[in-house]
């Protein structure tokens, strides 16, 4: 089945830096890639997705970016903001799955 | 507003007692999901549903039952609890307009403890 390792596991940058999370994939089969925000106490909250026939897509001052051939993905966040502190999972789903397959997230701390 | 509604958001329980975890979305959604957390292994499916009466396995659904008689329903229910079901569910659900069907809310979540 699928298989998403995510790095690096904590992320602290200063206020206004960029920060960039990756993720690999092991089955090439897979065509969707979303990225999650999850806050201290609350639900995962879709932030961002994309299909495996876009390699790049932004919104504002997040993107991701996707290479098929190597198998991963990164989510990008430009700019960043004390709001943004929070843990970040992506994922990743087979034709024909349902389940997503999940990386193991990433928390994000950024310094005022 | 839109939301997916969990109850209850703490759970302490004995090994063997019934219980049922409810969720409840109030955007007409087709589909609805149920996940595990737990640390270091990110979030797994337990049970999906594409429509009312149509429920199916997803990657750990051993030892949980679902039901989907109603659109904005899908209770979790652990007849036999065990401590291993120790974790944190979450229920999603999205339209199936969205293409791939893709988790899109999630419920605040639910901190089960098995003793």
């Known amino acids: 089945g699928e298989n998403v390792e995510q790095h690096p596991s904590t992320l602290s940058v200063q206020e206004g830096d960029s920060a960039v999370i990756k993720c690999t994939y092991s089955d090439s089969a897979s065509n969707y890639f979303p990225w999650y925000k999850q806050e201290l106490g609350k639900g995962p909250q879709l932030i961002i997705d994309i299909r495996s026939n876009v390699g790049e897509k932004k919104d504002q001052r997040i993107a991701v970016t996707l290479n098929k051939t190597a198998k991963h993905f990164s989510l990008h966040i430009t700019e960043t903001q004390p709001e943004d502190s929070a843990v970040y999972f992506c994922a990743a789903r087979s034709p024909g799955r349902r389940a997503l397959t999940f990386g193991s997230g990433t928390r994000l701390q950024v310094q005022p | 507003e839109a939301q997916v509604t969990q109850n209850p958001r703490y759970l302490i329980t004995v090994t063997g007692k019934k219980l049922t975890v409810t969720c409840s979305q109030n955007?007409?959604?087709?589909?609805m999901s149920w996940y595990r957390q737990d640390p270091g292994l990110g979030l797994r499916q337990i049970y999906y549903s594409m429509n009312v009466e149509v429920t199916d396995k997803g990657d750990v659904p051993e030892g949980y039952k679902v039901s989907r008689k109603e659109k904005r329903n899908f209770p979790l229910i652990l007849e036999s609890p065990s401590p291993n079901q120790t974790s944190l569910y979450f229920c999603a659900s999205s339209s199936t307009g969205t293409s791939m069907n893709t988790e899109a809310f999630f419920g605040q979540g639910t901190r089960l403890t098995v003793v």
């Open positions: 955007m007409n959604h087709e589909y």
